[in-house]
């Protein structure tokens, strides 16, 4: 008899209940040939004994293999393994190559994106001059819990717990319409509007609708860098244009668009990524007439749009597109947090629906209960007093934190104060190579970017000021100018 | 003088607060060539007298369009539209093709999918016999509700506010590692386990890793339709191979085999979908031999494994998968609810690697409040509690459903008793046309697929229930039985 104890090795301490142990050791063992087709089972009493565990287990195991069908009952004479099974040779799975393998490699093979490394990230609580994200600890957490469990309550009334659409749910698409119209003027129905997980599956929708392999897509020389790799990832062609204290360089889309078909233009123009500065009226009017000449779509990553201190915010180009050549994309994650995964792109409703058929099949729709609890924000005005509240907080910080970058560390770094946004994009002294400076930065408690997502040529990278309060604005300033003088 | 209340055109009853308006009219008609380059505005006094509003209001929306950079302050001269900008012609936007335009297209195109149409949906709270759901009235909402909010409150301290992990936020990811190794013996670790936003996005990113454009995907000819759209939209061949009371036909795919490549096989040998069968152990290790022989990937969606009635479930072909040929998907939305956009990939660590860094690219991260909620449920027994229960529930409702099919409709339907999952496979008398059944249910009152995901000649579809309780499986059969006789 075959040493049943030792092959299939019960462990009672296990979360696995033990007649399942049993059952699975042995369809394993037969598998691998050790116990073999048509050979008898010892009976439940032998087999409880060997086991030492209790015979109904083992009736339960058995029961188990018969009706998964590795095991046989015969009339009044026993257990036996089914003798239907292949021919299995021992150990035939894991070391004995089939006679006739064409390959031995793993059945499977993947194609890494070498371009697409996670950034170092940061821990929330660290702290950091990151790249411009919001200060998580004054968004209204609260609101958003009482406003999830409403939709809870609610949830099977309104229909928000069952597959829903995949364009977003209703009464989210209908308040950011409204809030998109109001706050931006874009003259759009819902119709117009699809509620993403946030900004990269908006720009990824929209570059595999619009882009096909091949195609060029225009974006600055320096541009976020994600969105790249969404456009090599499409295989389509990627151009780059220089870009200066205006933004994106137009006349050089000009140029390019003379010698070859352009079909997609990338653009920051409220804030141009990363350098933070706004394109003036007249690059923007340009840029529209382009788009009309040459038929290709501009697509407006508006990230930064709700904080501005200088002056109201321009208009983005998706307001003044008669043409229909502007696809608008955003996301919740600086007005809010980044943890709420919703954003939207904002395009003609033909495309809309394109995207959406898209959408489904690598995401089916996106989160019911969430997408109603933010409309109630909305709805509630929650969303549009802390908006308020959070432009006012990082008004004061980015004041403080230019004076203090300024007075502290000025001869080091160039900046400008940016009129609007979350960062400040500082070129260091080459006598500072940026690397070595986060890395000390680091040392000492402050998380800083190292630049190479902007090319480290440049020796640049954004100090994002609106996730630190004044103390830690102090705090960190003190840290980099150490560091600096090291 | 132009006339400005007529071009601008304000209206107080508008959100948009009015100096924004008279800004944002003013842009559109320097845009639009009307107001053009070089001329002088009216004094401030002047315009609010023009417009009817308040001189302070004109001020704010000339400061406006002065940082804007489409107004010019001249040294006590006045306010001038900017002379930088373009010569613009007249309505040259909307009406007039600019001279040397080589297409008039508007500025995008797009591939819409012909093939994905969004399916009729039913209510959560219409009376249907859907496609297998889960009845979302008996999830534990009060629980998910206490983890979210705890969640939330725990969430700066626990890191959950801030962007996260693409792979998955660390508490779920474990937990769930934990949950699939003690029920379905998977023998992995936490490096093993990518989480997701639901199967279609598991499915999604094994493919895209997977399957390069023109390889082979061989599926059962009635198989999942979603699942295909994706192969297809892959631009992979699909071959198909048949179905038959065991599932699929695994000497087909072998046949297959020995005349091309192939790259990957999609199987639910669990609950072969949509007929429900179980795939008997001779053709699992019949199909691992095979994965082997020829080094294809096993696509094993699991999507049914945690409801079974008859005996314990058969457990995964990736529990006995040495060669680690196969990648197993799975998701929560039979589990708890569809609206719950919770689902995984199990597979080996470098392809999880690779599905993740494409996964960024696509969703960046999942929902770190709702993970980190969903998994103290499972840490807490919620979720094992819960599935005790369904269970329970829907071995009862399977048992009613099945005999009261069989006793008032046992002359149109053939059927066979699910020993697990949520639907039953009927096919009905040709007679009976499926597409007229439904549109007849339909009218009074019960949902029903009319069968053409799964191809009009079968005149079959699933009957889910799963999601109706005993009276509603009644009145179900009743609206059923009389628009069958009609």
Known sequence: MLPFATLLNIDKS????????????LSDQIRRGVVSAGTQLPGTRVMSELLGVHRKTVVAAYDELLSQGWLEA???????????????????????????????????????????????????????????FPDVRIAPWEALSRAYRTALRQGFRKNLLFYGETTGEPSLRTTLCDYLRD???LPITVDNLLI??????????????????????VVGEVSYAS????????????????????????????????????????????????????????????????????????????????????????????????????????????????ALRIGYVVAPAELINAMAHFRRIIDRQGDNLLEAAVATLFRDGDMQRHLRKAQKIYHGRRDLFCERLKTELGHWIEFSRPTGGLAVWARFDPVIPLAKLAQRCRERGLWLSDGTPYGIHLNATRLGFGSVNESEIAQGIDILKKAASE
Chains 1, 2 share one sequence.
Do not use: W
């Open 227 to 338: 969105c790249n790799l969404i456009i090599r990832e499409r295989g389509a062609q990627l151009l780059t244009v220089p870009v200066d204290e205006y933004g994106i360089d137009v006349e050089a889309i000009a140029r390019l668009c003379e010698k070859q078909p352009v079909r997609m233009v990338y653009v920051t123009p409220h804030h141009q990524h990363p350098t933070t500065v706004i394109m003036p009226a007249e690059r923007r009017v340009r840029l529209l007439q382009l788009a009309q000449q040459y038929g290709f779509c501009i697509l407006e990553d508006d990230y930064d749009y709700d904080f501005h201190y200088d002056s109201s915010p321009i208009l983005p180009l998706a307001a003044a597109d008669p043409g229909r050549h502007v696809v608008y994309v955003g996301s919740l994650s600086k007005v809010f947090s980044p």
């Open 196 to 217: 993403t997980r946030g900004t990269m599956m908006a720009i990824h929708l929209a570059v595999q609708c619009i882009v096909a392999p091949g195609e060029v897509v």
């Open 74 to 132: 015969k009339q009044s004479r026993g257990t036996f393994v089914s003798a239907k099974l292949p021919d299995i040779r021992p150990q035939s799975f894991r070391t004995v190559p089939a006679p006739n393998a064409p390959s031995q490699q793993p059945g499977y093979r993947f194609q890494a994106n070498p371009l697409l490394s996670l950034p170092a990230s940061k821990g929330s609580n660290a702290l950091a001059f990151d790249d411009g």
């Open 14 to 25: 296990l979360a696995t209940p033990v007649f399942l142990q049993i059952a699975n050791g």
């Open 183 to 185: 706050s931006r003027a």
